[in-house]
């Protein structure tokens, strides 16, 4: 009987300091990811990809322990130019046919300042997984009037190197830029 009585006690004591993790999606309308390119060395070319799903799962309000996992649809890819959309899309850099997503999957977090962070992860793009760390800043949580969801808002912004994922091998970083700019802002609305 002691035994079950320790248990017992020994659970609640547990249970008393766990702190359960909810999970936030992203708002659509109000999320995007967004990357930019220098053409020819004198000019910049920004585009976005329109159909991102985003996860986010903490147990602390301030964020702190935040996992974020991403998923974008290359076929979204969306320049303006339906020509170099296609393009894009194509063997030539993307090929969307053969790899139709790409995936980010934080693996930590780290503060940077006050409601900043440096998040790493795994960034897989064209079948190639590569580590990855970039600028995150927590912009704050509300409550969207219209829709009465409570709401977190964030930003990401950093840059990789597209030859790290052979995306565009066969064009010269003269024509365009090795390093692509990342930019990404998103209101997460929390799931009940």
Do not use: C
Not at 119 to 136: A, E, Q, W
């Amino acid at each position: 009987m002691k035994k079950i009585i320790f248990i017992l006690l020994a659970f609640v004591a547990l249970t008393a300091f766990t702190t359960v993790a909810v999970t936030w999606e992203n708002d659509d309308p109000h999320s995007q990811l967004g990357f930019t390119v220098t053409h020819l060395g004198i000019s910049d070319v920004s585009g976005t990809f329109n159909d991102i799903d985003v996860k986010i799962s903490a147990a602390k309000p301030d964020f702190s322990d935040a996992t974020f996992d991403l998923t974008a649809k290359i076929a979204s890819i969306d320049t303006r130019v339906e020509a170099r959309n296609n393009h894009l899309k194509s063997a030539d850099f993307f090929d969307a046919a053969k790899y139709p997503e790409l995936t980010f999957k934080s693996t930590s977090l780290k503060k940077n300042g006050k409601n900043k962070f440096k998040i790493s992860g795994n960034l897989t793009i064209h079948g190639i997984t590569k580590p990855v760390t970039m600028d995150l800043t927590y912009r704050g949580t509300t409550i969207n009037p219209m829709s009465k969801a409570t709401t977190a808002g964030f930003q990401l912004q950093g840059s990789i190197k597209r030859s790290d994922f052979n995306v565009g091998n066969s064009f010269p970083t003269l024509v365009v830029s090795d390093e692509v700019r990342i930019k990404a802002d998103g209101e997460f609305v929390l799931k009940q």
